[in-house]
């Protein structure tokens, strides 16, 4: 059996109970993004405290549909970045991409930035769920540009 | 229980291997596309390694070899379906078999008076159902939004059935075209296709069957159909990928506009102008799929050596048993007819509290290949207000170990997720 190691506990946690789901208001950008493969959605807001370079991650509140890759790594998304510079928060996001576009192989991702998504390495073994880890991602990157866009 | 003999699958070099850690492969996604018999991949071969040129040019003998044995292909797949060899149009596959179609109907607006039938504007209507594959309605949205025209659809009953309760008003006077699927590759529902050409017939509508999932699973005489034009892949009917075929009625070809133009479907050629082959060549432009062609004829070969309706018994077998052994699990929802009855082996399901791509993972483990997603018919997904099914598709290769194996695998998933 290769499903425990897909499945973390870590995953199946936040997938049972999901950390700052639901829309809630204010927000600056929001961004629906779909998997047309599966149907996945999700619809995302951000809101920043202050603006251009030196803004920061107050809130991430999301409304999403689909399997429980997509939905925990929503979850964890929204822990990691929260409170962090936007700048920052980027980092995070281009770590995690690089962990899901590593196919399996060994390229030691750093456990100090990714903490919980560090879970989501055994999904990059499976070409077909990579697109539900990075659904959440995508679209608060998204939901952002659109944010930094309004303030500045 | 009539069920085709186990050395059959002996014939699917691939059914042999292993998948995910030495599991033995259980395939359950025919629907998607089929494994190939010995018969088909050896008649590509041969192809390939004694006569391969470009059929219909040039006068040397492999291609004379090459025409042959292309246009051999079109008669096995025509006795296939009861039609003759001019009526068989060759395409990619099912859906350019209908963008054809739907192209051509636009075309129809600036050919000549004999393409009058085919001119569709606005006013007129195009009808299709709720339960298409995506195949079989984007193409008729796309001439709706081209021409002016205004599609409309049957619905959906509850039980996975076309409601056929508006048919004389949906299709009326206005109507041009009814296009609907002859076995939804979602919902297994075989619609009353008869019931509604009749209609459509009966105010002058042309009837397009999207034959995708029905040609390779049931006994198909165009004769029988009432029909004008069915279109189906290969690749879901054992033959090869690239290779489809349009259906239509002799006189319709004959004056129906072309869609892709260029070589091999010309009459005469001057700088100004040009005039088409009679059909089936007139919808044949460049140098066809030939090996493939050649593979599908082969395809239809080993069918009708089998028996369509042994098949079609097989396929039915395995059906039932599968409504029984996913339908007694707490959480499964069908989702489509709930009986063997006007239904094929297409059956989706829903896992409460599991999502599809979940359930299918874990199928996936076990070596069962199943499809998860909303199957390329995102309408019916809505129509039942669910995001996605599992589902699992027979075909003549499959046993009841296979059903057996899903079932188990299904609720394996939710020991694994803990809702069971």
Known sequence: MQLEAMYQEVILDHYRNPHHKGLREPYEGEAHH????????????????????DATVADVSYDAMGCSISQASASVMADLIIGKPVKEAMAV?????????????????????????????GVSKYPARIKCALLAWMAWKDATARALGEAS | MTLLPEELKKDFPLLQRTVRDGRQLVYLDSGATSQKPLRVLDAEREFYERYNAAPHRG????????????????????RFIGASPGEIVFTKNATEGINLVAYAMSNAATAG???????????DEVVVTEMEHHANLVPWQELCRRTGATLRWFGITDDGRLDLADLD??????TKIVALTHQSNVLGTVPPTKAIAARAHAVGALVLLDAAQSVPHQPVDVGELDADFLAFSGHKMLGPTGIGVLWGRRELLETMPPFITGGSMIETVHMESTTFMPPPQRFEAGVPMTAQAIGLGAAC????????DRVHEHERTLTGYSLERLGEIPGVRIIGPGTTEARGGAVAFTVEDIHPHDVGQVLDDLGVEVRVGHHCAWPICRRFGIPATTRATFYLYNNLADVDALADGVRQAQKFFGTA
Do not use: K, W
């Not at chain 1, 779909?34 to 370079?53: A, I, Y």
């Not at chain 2, 070969?301 to 369509?308: F, P, Q, T, W």
């Open chain 2, 169 to 174: 008003t949906l299709v009326n006077e206005r």
């Open chain 1, 34 to 53: 779909v998997n047309p493969t599966c149907g996945d959605e999700v619809t995302l807001r951000v809101h920043l405290d202050g603006s251009g370079q």
């Open chain 2, 301 to 308: 070969d080993y069918l009708a050596d089998i028996g369509m």
């Open chain 2, 59 to 78: 006068a040397h003998q492999l291609a004379e070899e090459a025409t042959e044995a292309y246009e051999n292909a079109r008669a096995s797949i025509a």
């Open chain 2, 113 to 123: 008076a004999e393409a009058e039938r085919f001119r569709v504007g606005p006013g």
């Open chain 1, 93 to 121: 996001g281009e770590e995690f991409l690089a962990l899901m576009q590593s196919r399996g192989q060994d390229i030691a991702p750093d456990e100090d930035v990714l903490e919980d998504a560090i879970a989501f390495a």
